[in-house]
Each structure stands twice: as C-alpha cells, then as structure tokens.
C-alpha cells in the first residue's frame, strides 16, 4: 500500500479547511446580501427613507390618514417626462381612524436640483379649495373609513430638468380634527373654504 507523506495529508487537509470556510463565508455574504436587498426594499416602499419610491407617476395610489398628523407619499419621474401635460393616475386617501370628523388640506410639489421646490398642479374636482399658500382645502370633513379622490393625476411644472435624473412629486396631506381651532392653527387657511366648512355640522 503506497504512503501518503504527512506533510501532504496535512496539506490536503489544509485546503479542505479552507475549502469549507470560504463556503461559509460566500453562503454568509449572499444571505446577507439578499436581507439587505429586502430591507431596502420594504422601506422604500414605505417611503421610511429617501430611496426611489415605489410608485410612479401614472400609478394608482391611496394614502392613510391619520387625525391630526401630516401622512406623505411620493411619485416618481424622469425628467425627459413632457412638462405641462397632464399624467393621469388617480390618488386616494383613506381616513384610519379618529373619535371627530377631519378637516384635509394638501400639497403637491417637486424638488429641482438647486434644492427649490416648484408646485405641481394636481387633476382635482370641485370638491377643492386652492389657497394661496398653495395647500388646497377639501371643503367637506372626513368620517372614520372615509375614502376620497384626492387627485385624478397631475401636470409637471416648467422646469430645467436633467433628461436623466429622476425626480419625485410630492404629496402631503395634513388633518386636524373640527373640534381644534384649525382657523387659528392654519392661519393662512382661505376665507372661502373656512366659510363653507364651518357650516358643516
């Protein structure tokens, strides 16, 4: 029977250490890795961080509202996207809860690369009130489970834009409940719209 040399027993044991241990590490580095790819996924869904969001314009969102908060979302495009024309995609919000009726307002708006901030005009019915503070009102109140229109879609502001860089539109929407003095805590409130909700029990 032939003899193995120890020192090459030992080497091949050796590299069959290490064999296993740089498996470990490639099987460690891919789990890992796809955690990863997942967490960043879920959280720029949710829009938790400044990643691309998960919506783009021309998609069809609803956002949750709470009473008394500010809740946000955002839709994305490219900035080679045609300025002025309408995108037609449907936003929604949905009331989630509160004891009182609400009072809306929103916004709508982009950021440009100097780190301004230009207004988008939303595609909305009648049921709106535009201040000039650039928030526009929602002239009922929301109920607990309610769910509206907010936008039908929207049109691009006029911009020098980076045909490459993509950019976001902004949603912000704002509630408080009518048992507050949102006249006083949204002092640049319209009159109009102040005056319509008002006269809603």
Known sequence: MEQIPAFEHK???KMKRNGYIIAIIILSILLIASNLFFFLGVYSKFNMFSFEPAF????SITINLEAN???SSGLSFVGSYLQGVEYLGKTSVKMSNSSNPVVLRSKFYTM?????TLDVTPIIDSNWIVGED???YYI????????ITLSN??????FNANQDKLYIVNISCETLTDNLDFATIWATAPLEWLDVINQIA
């Open 69 to 71: 908060s500010s809740s």
């Open 56 to 59: 783009s314009l021309g998609d």
């Open 153 to 158: 879609g929207y049109i691009l502001p006029n």
């Open 112 to 116: 440009t690369d100097n780190g301004g």
């Open 140 to 147: 009922f109140k929301l109920n607990k489970g309610e769910k």
């Open 11 to 13: 080497n091949k044991e």
């Open 134 to 136: 650039g928030y526009y």
